[in-house]
């Protein structure tokens, strides 16, 4: 067989009838999509939370107010403002002020531990942060120091709730330490008194759609987290091609749930800004791991738009009431950040009668490349073909010119509106990255003879855990600086829950001791939960190359053999 290039794009053919294969796209930042919204749909419902509903109206003159406030303490185009929240109203109401004003949003996962958000924050040189204060007394009291930022605008859960949840829910958050009064000082001011401030309202700033609107933060296979520049244009564009590849969503009339957390690009994309394109209203929910309030909002909201990660489809298909829940409501479901296993997407649609678009992307193409066709050809296991205006070519590991023919095994290369403009400050990275209008993304596919693509591993050593990242050279670093470990290396092994959980492989330093209990404890001081390993086995020694690189593959194999699973 010979190679298969661009020119060909196979994958056009089996698109959903009505899917095109260029997008006209709108040329618009956005706030200006969230601007059409609002006119066109401003009573409809926007943001769901409890008893909290606030229509597109009330969340437009919200975010008026909001940026407001934000614009008293120095926020103005360019600005990095994070925002360090779970799924709340007003982590979507910030979002929409911040690209009101056209600062830079920075999504910062409220898992992270200090160490986590000191990098990241003064990396992007963060000025204003908006926060919980169960977070900012738990995490950034003792932070300020180090870090450059000049405001913090404390929330608490209940902001948007009403009577009588208003008052409830403090009592009860407090007891689960989720709810914390900050003392007034300096550099602190509450959400509410900003939005209460009396401030004056700035026109809305002259944003380019060239012009950054998110730096999301990704981990490397090597180094530090690096800030994602994703562009207004890369985000419009993109909300506009899932909005194109799901032709049977209907403007201003379906509900989401926005479980997917909003600091992983793919809830930020696919839940928060595809349902204010589209006139969506969000049933939100901070904790995805509460199963059964997901079933009850799925029942009692009617959710239709369920964008959700494979380890979400497992829990609600071994939900153990879930033949006692409507949940025929469901109608379009799209799966990401890892693996889908046959037998989870076949269980959820018999239970269901949903279908599931299984895809592929990265933080660096906003996040999605590659989706599975809703209504036509469907293939499982496979990431599906390219999106509308996407390119995609399998080429030599090695040179990464040379196209594989079809059917071999390649790196796995895009082109499109969605992909990044680079990482922040890192043009060397940048530059390895994207070359030629092309993104590396560092992952092994198969394209086959209908330009379906499957990927077969990873270039790269990245572990998904329950839909997270996890770079292993991160967790070896934070476990290499423990006193009596000599090298560590971690890998990724497959779990049925999680899709892939973390195992580390230690090696001490002669004449020390440790047990994997005191190294564990040691990453939970030093990383985010889920990062933290499941496994730790002691080894007198690791194997290296012989240019003396330890040989991840080598355990990876190893450990599948031993289990079985090779």
Not at 12 to 38: K, S
Not at 403 to 419: A, C, K, N, W
């Amino acid at each position: 067989m010979t190679a298969t290039t661009v020119d060909e794009r196979r994958w056009h053919e089996h698109y959903d009838a009505g899917v095109l294969a260029n997008v006209d796209f709108h040329e618009v930042t956005l706030y200006e999509a969230f601007e059409r919204t609002v006119k066109r749909f401003g009573q409809r419902p926007a943001l769901i939370f409890m008893n909290c509903r606030l229509t597109y109206a009330e969340v437009a003159e919200e975010v008026c107010k909001l940026s407001a406030g934000l614009a008293s303490l120095g926020v103005t185009k360019g600005t990095r403002v994070a925002v360090h929240l779970p799924n709340l109203p007003q982590t979507s109401i910030a979002v929409l002020a911040i690209m009101r004003l056209g600062g830079h949003v920075v999504m910062t996962n409220p898992l992270y531990v200090p160490r986590e958000i000191e990098h990241q924050w003064n990396d992007a040189q963060v000025k204003v942060a908006i926060t919980g204060g169960w977070l900012y007394q738990s995490k950034l009291a003792a932070l300020r120091p180090k870090l450059q930022v000049e405001h913090y605008v404390i929330s608490h859960v209940p902001d948007y709730l009403r009577f009588p949840l208003n008052l409830l829910a403090p009592l009860k958050l407090r007891k689960s330490g989720l709810h914390a009064k900050v003392p007034a000082g300096p550099g602190i001011v509450e959400l509410r008194a900003l939005l209460k401030g009396g401030h004056t309202t700035p026109a809305p700033a002259q944003t380019q759609l060239g012009d950054i609107a998110l730096l999301q933060y990704t981990g490397g296979t090597t180094g530090p987290a690096k800030g994602v520049m994703l562009s207004h244009g890369n985000l419009s564009y993109h909300v506009q091609q899932l909005r194109a590849w799901l032709p049977t969503l209907r403007d201003g009339e379906e509900v989401a749930l926005g479980s997917l957390p909003y600091f992983h690009v793919f809830g930020f994309t696919c839940s928060m800004l595809l349902s204010i394109y589209t006139g969506a209203a969000v049933v939100l929910m901070p904790n995805p791991r509460d199963i059964d309030r997901m079933m009850s909002n799925i029942q009692k909201h009617r959710i239709s738009l369920f964008p959700a990660v494979p380890a979400l489809f497992n829990s609600l298909n071994q939900h153990p009431r879930l033949t006692e829940y409507d949940v025929s409501s469901i109608r379009c479901c799209v799966s990401g950040s890892a693996p889908l296993p046959a037998d989870v997407l076949r269980r959820f649609e018999e239970l269901t009668g949903a279908k599931i678009s299984e895809g592929f992307g990265m933080t660096e193409c906003s996040p999605c490349t590659h989706c599975n066709p809703i209504g036509g050809l469907r293939k499982v296991g496979s990431i599906g073909v390219p999106l509308p205006n996407t390119d995609a070519r399998i080429v030599d590991p090695d040179d990464g010119v040379t196209d594989m023919p079809v059917g071999t095994e390649g790196e796995l290369i895009v082109s499109g509106p969605q992909v990044m403009l680079g990482y922040w400050g890192r043009d060397e990275a940048t530059a390895a990255t994207i070359r030629d209008g092309w993104l590396y993304t560092g992952d092994l596919a198969v394209m086959d003879d209908d330009g379906f693509f499957r990927i077969v591993g990873r270039k790269k050593d990245m572990i998904l855990a329950s839909g997270y990242n996890v770079y292993p050279d991160e967790i070896d670093r934070v476990l290499a600086g423990h006193p009596a470990v000599f090298e560590a290396c971690t890998i990724g092994i497959p779990d049925e829950k999680r899709g892939e959980t973390v195992k580390a492989f230690v090696a001490l330093l002669p004449g020390k001791s440790a047990t994997a209990d005191e190294l564990t404890e040691h990453c939970r001081e030093n990383l985010a939960a889920y990062k933290v390993p499941r496994d730790i086995e002691f080894r007198a020694d690791l194997p290296k190359s012989s240019m003396m690189k330890l040989l991840r593959r080598e355990l990876r194999a190893e450990e599948l053999e031993k289990r079985g699973l090779a």
